[in-house]
Structure formats: C-alpha cells, structure tokens
C-alpha cells in the first residue's frame, strides 16, 4: 500500500472537527492555504542561508571569510 492509499484510509475516516485540526497542521508544512483568504505563513529568505553542507566550517572560518560571501 502506498503512502497515498494510507494517508487517503486515514483522512477518509475523519470527522469535519479533525478534518479541521488535519488542515490547520498539515497547511504550513505544504504551503497550502486551509482555507480561502487565509495567509500562509512563509519562511524569511534568508533561513536555510547558511546551509552548505559542509561540516568544517568553524575549522575554516578565517578562509571562507577571505574568500568572499558567495562571490
């Protein structure tokens, strides 16, 4: 059974106040609104900006600094 057949077995069983709090919970995560006209919080740009994958940065700090940001 695929996540979808799963996640349609379980939402299919819900009643209209769990289908309410599911929404609520879920909408951000996808960026979906819940309901129509209400705002989805967005992430500022900047989060995520130093997330290079690197695990040595702190070891090469004065380098990566020498180097520019992101020239």
Request: overall charge negative; aromatic content about 6%; cysteine-free.
């Amino acid at each position: 059974m695929t996540a979808w057949e799963r996640l349609q077995l379980l939402v299919g069983g819900f009643g209209e106040e769990q289908a309410e709090r599911a929404l609520e919970l879920l909408s951000p995560l996808i960026g979906a609104d819940a309901r129509p006209g209400q705002q989805v919080r967005q992430l500022p740009a900047f989060v995520g900006i130093g997330d290079s994958g690197r695990s040595d940065i702190s070891e090469h700090v004065d380098d990566l600094l020498a180097g520019g940001f992101g020239e």
